[in-house]
């Protein structure tokens, strides 16, 4: 096996976050003696200013990407694949094979992994390039500093949010929305005016930008991921969560499943488990993902109404924290949210009358809290 890597180890535009849910399928990344930063609180805000912290029962990792593809890529090597710095120039058929060019010579491949990214130029010679409404634009900064708490902002009118996400020694600070939405320089205006508020200094901090696939229903259903001698897994697949922007469980996932399929000699066996333990994830989410940004939810918009239950239901935040190690799925989403709906509004009605032993977003912790930011 040859993998090709055109800048190998490199601090990719990235949160850099791995669930629970990621680190307890691979739990070298959980193990492995390299720097990561262990968040164990999460502050959500809203469009009005509305905010609230709660902690996470199980904390997320977040790695500098450097790191993180260094670790992936040694782990390559140990396992006998032969990693070469170079960029891939031409992919093309020779035979039953392929013919891989790239800077300093070629190669030739029994079947070729795609797996370089939303944007990578070869996508078009194996499936169908991505719509704008299938991509979403990031924008950000590395700033220097340390925390253990992340910070999520959502805008109105922005099919996406900001995320302030602390790494060992570094914020990877950023903004994503729709390509078809604002411009990036509108994207970057808008987390300047955030970063400003939050006290957080970017003169003279690396700036960096990045495509992302947020694909449509229609996209992940009928956009072809694999054929005849090669595959595509990762971003360059479009296996990222469309509200959320997570990528990096969907590429260890799909590598995986793609892995399983080749040893067992049966690589049309990668689309039927792609169907069985990815698709209909990311499918849902593909589906609710217009209504989560602008729609509403109990007459109020979604994120309003669930930073508020955050805030003032235990129930509601045990949700959300479940959500973001990953154990909480899109597909029974709404059964868990119905069931807990009469617990949520009579624990965010105590809250809200600030009934005697209850206040608005406290919890026998005391992690919880709820306000206004002042804006």
Same mark, same amino acid.
């Given at each position: 096996?040859?993998?090709?890597?055109?800048?190998?180890? #490199? %601090?990719?535009?990235?949160?850099?976050?791995?669930?629970?849910?990621?680190?307890?399928?691979?739990?070298?990344?959980?193990?492995?003696?390299?720097?990561?930063? #262990?968040?164990?609180?999460?502050?959500?805000?809203?469009?009005?200013?509305?905010?609230?912290?709660?902690?996470?029962?199980?904390?997320?990792?977040?790695?500098?990407?450097?790191?993180?593809?260094?670790?992936?890529?040694?782990?390559?090597?140990?396992?006998?694949?032969?990693?070469?710095?170079?960029?891939?120039?031409?992919? %093309?058929?020779?035979?039953?094979?392929?013919?891989?060019?790239?800077?300093?010579?070629?190669?030739?491949?029994?079947?070729?992994?795609?797996?370089?990214?939303?944007?990578?130029?070869?996508?078009?010679?194996?499936?169908?390039?991505?719509?704008?409404?299938?991509?979403?634009?990031?924008?950000? /900064?590395?700033?220097?500093?340390?925390?253990?708490?992340?910070?999520?902002?959502?805008? %109105?009118?922005?099919?996406?949010?900001? #995320?302030?996400? &602390?790494?060992?020694?570094?914020?990877?600070?950023?903004?994503?929305?729709?390509?078809?939405?604002?411009?990036?320089?509108?994207?970057?205006?808008?987390?300047?005016?955030?970063?400003?508020?939050?006290?957080?200094?970017?003169?003279?901090?690396?700036?960096?930008?990045?495509?992302?696939?947020?694909?449509?229903?229609?996209?992940?259903?009928?956009?072809?991921?694999?054929?005849?001698?090669?595959?595509?897994?990762?971003?360059?697949?479009?296996?990222?969560?469309?509200?959320?922007?997570?990528?990096?469980?969907?590429?260890?996932?799909?590598?995986?499943?793609?892995?399983?399929?080749?040893?067992?000699?049966?690589p049309d066996w990668?689309?039927?488990?792609?169907? %069985?333990?990815?698709?209909?994830?990311?499918?849902?989410?593909?589906?609710?993902?217009?209504?989560?940004?602008?729609?509403? #939810?109990?007459?109020? &918009?979604?994120?309003?109404?669930?930073?508020?239950f955050t805030g003032?239901? &235990?129930?509601?935040?045990?949700?959300?924290?479940?959500?973001?190690?990953?154990?909480?799925?899109?597909?029974?989403?709404?059964?868990?949210?119905?069931?807990?709906?009469?617990?949520?509004?009579?624990?965010?009605?105590?809250?809200?009358?600030?009934?005697?032993?209850?206040?608005?977003?406290?919890?026998?912790?005391?992690?919880?809290?709820?306000? /206004?930011?002042?804006?």
């Amino acid at each position: 096996m040859v993998l090709f890597d055109e800048k190998l180890a #490199w %601090e990719k535009p990235c949160g850099g976050g791995l669930t629970h849910k990621a680190l307890a399928q691979w739990p070298f990344l959980r193990d492995a003696a390299v720097e990561r930063n #262990w968040v164990d609180t999460c502050e959500l805000m809203g469009p009005g200013g509305r905010r609230v912290s709660f902690r996470l029962e199980h904390p997320v990792a977040i790695f500098s990407r450097c790191v993180l593809n260094g670790l992936l890529l040694e782990r390559a090597r140990q396992a006998g694949a032969r990693v070469v710095r170079a960029r891939v120039l031409k992919i %093309e058929r020779s035979g039953i094979s392929w013919r891989v060019h790239f800077t300093g010579g070629s190669v030739e491949a029994g079947f070729v992994v795609l797996a370089a990214g939303a944007r990578n130029s070869f996508r078009q010679q194996f499936s169908r390039p991505f719509a704008a409404d299938d991509l979403m634009t990031t924008a950000g /900064y590395y700033i220097p500093g340390q925390s253990h708490c992340m910070r999520i902002q959502f805008l %109105e009118g922005l099919h996406g949010y900001i #995320w302030i996400f &602390p790494r060992t020694g570094h914020f990877s600070a950023g903004i994503c929305g729709k390509l078809s939405g604002q411009s990036t320089a509108q994207l970057r205006r808008l987390l300047e005016n955030s970063l400003r508020e939050f006290g957080l200094e970017f003169e003279g901090a690396k700036f960096y930008s990045h495509v992302l696939p947020a694909l449509q229903p229609a996209t992940l259903r009928e956009a072809p991921v694999s054929g005849e001698g090669w595959a595509i897994i990762g971003d360059a697949a479009g296996f990222v969560d469309p509200i959320t922007g997570e990528g990096l469980y969907y590429a260890l996932k799909s590598g995986e499943l793609l892995a399983q399929a080749l040893l067992g000699n049966q690589p049309d066996w990668y689309v039927a488990l792609l169907g %069985e333990e990815l698709l209909p994830e990311l499918e849902t989410a593909a589906r609710v993902a217009n209504r989560f940004y602008a729609g509403s #939810w109990m007459g109020q &918009p979604v994120v309003e109404r669930m930073i508020q239950f955050t805030g003032n239901s &235990p129930t509601f935040r045990e949700l959300m924290s479940d959500m973001f190690a990953g154990t909480q799925g899109y597909r029974d989403l709404r059964r868990r949210l119905y069931r807990s709906l009469p617990a949520m509004l009579a624990q965010s009605l105590i809250a809200a009358l600030r009934l005697p032993g209850s206040e608005a977003g406290d919890t026998a912790e005391g992690v919880s809290s709820v306000g /206004y930011a002042g804006r």
